[in-house]
């Protein structure tokens, strides 16, 4: 049996934002190793600035563009679908884009105003083949649209009709649009009612297992990466805090970083247990009515 290769392969990787001087320079990530499997997802989690949407970034290919928001691969090494990824062409880039989707952060807000929803959903296949047959596009798209839970009458509204949450799904539906081997997903449930959160994770879960293509999932919090993933990255100022399942992880700390994310994530576990418990104490009060008998509960 032939071996299957990882899907993404980092060594040792470093990164940078560029600025005007050397001093100005922001480093994002320092030394990051981590591999991507088959069909796998890999969730990554950290607190804002510790380098893992830079990760996310460089994974979907936007590293090395010329534009100061990009980050800058300095350092080690990074293969996508085994195309190399420092210093890679602009060809190649494009050519990796064809199966990478990417939702970066707050994507439904990048949708063009002036397309349907459908049509936002349909544009990369056009712009990968402007004589694809339309009949074919639309039936790839209003599978998406029913695969993200949206309606089918969503497909003629505009991105300014729909929720925040709904315009998320849009940007999901567009990433999976041409059928990619892997989807980057950065931070997808951020500024999202609590209550579509899940949803939203749900829907990413529910449409990999189905297509089986591999997934890097930055997400926010531990109870997020439960949903869709038992493996996880941690990252901390731009260096691994943790890696591994995450039972295992957590049992077998050694970075402060994940140790508080332990503390935080007991003290949380005990106050739902204590809620649980007031709220079983006060069902079986014994109630005084005016008789002055005593009825329960």
Known sequence: MAKVSPVVVANDLSMHYPARTERGRIQAVSGVSFQIAEGEILAIMGESGSGKSSIAAAVAGQSGRRDARSPQIDGGSLR???TEVRRISDRRRDRLGLRVGYVPQDAGALL???????????????????????????????????????????????PFELSKGQRQRVAIARALVLEPTLL????????????????????????????????????????????????VLVMHRGLVAGAGPIDDMLEETWHPYVEGLVRARRLLDRDVVDSNANSRSAQNTPIQNPTGRTNAR
Not at 117 to 144: C, S
Not at 186 to 194: L, N, S, V, W
Not at 217 to 229: H, I, K, N, P, Y
């Open 184 to 231: 980057v997903a950065d931070d997808p449930t951020a500024g999202i009612d609590i209550m579509v959160r899940s949803t939203i994770l749900d829907i990413i879960r529910d449409i990999q297992r189905d297509r089986a293509f591999s997934v890097l999932l930055v997400a926010a919090d531990l109870d997020e990466v439960r949903l869709v993933s038992d493996r």
């Open 80 to 82: 996508v679908l085994n």
């Open 112 to 158: 063009s105003p002036r397309l349907t929803v459908g049509e936002n959903v349909a544009e990369p296949i056009f712009a990968r083949d402007r004589r694809f047959d339309q009949h074919l596009a639309g039936q790839a798209v209003a599978t998406l649209i029913d695969a993200v839970r949206l309606p089918m009458g969503t497909m003629n509204k505009y």
